[in-house]
């Protein structure tokens, strides 16, 4: 259903964007989250958006990630800039069915992706 693309490895300071490639239904039947894992860590919520709804950040990325939807494409994008090392996790896209965002994490996921690594380091 979900499929994660664009992790890799950048230096501090630099840009990644990350694809979820969303199948079964039309981008507008989910809310989308982001979420992230780090080694040793809980995972996190990072942002939350839904269709007809305001998107929300953890305010450790806020004015450094955006979140965006293209619907035709059914896909969703989280554009990372100003990377710093803390930045380093598994990221991971969920859906929740005809759900709206309240926060930034995603209440209760339907599905999940499969991950991808992003690495910050010099």
């Known amino acids: 259903q979900l499929v994660e693309s664009g992790g890799g490895l950048v230096q501090p300071g630099g840009s990644l964007r990350l694809s979820c490639a969303v199948s079964?239904?039309?981008?507008?039947?989910?809310?989308i989250g982001w979420f992230r894992q780090a080694p040793g860590k809980e995972r996190e919520g990072v942002s939350c958006?839904?269709?007809?709804?305001?998107?929300y950040y953890a305010d450790s990325v806020k004015g450094r990630f955006t979140m965006s939807r293209d619907n035709a494409k059914n896909t969703v994008y989280l554009q990372m800039n100003s990377l710093k090392p803390e930045d380093t996790a598994v990221y991971y896209c969920?859906?929740?069915?005809?759900?709206?965002?309240?926060?930034?994490?995603?209440?209760?996921?339907?599905?999940w992706g499969q991950g991808t690594q992003v690495t910050v380091s010099s």
């Open positions: 079964g239904r039309t981008l507008d039947y989910y809310a």
């Open positions: 969920a859906a929740e069915i005809q759900a709206l965002c309240a926060t930034y994490r995603l209440r209760s996921p339907d599905y």
């Open positions: 958006s839904s269709s007809g709804g305001s998107t």
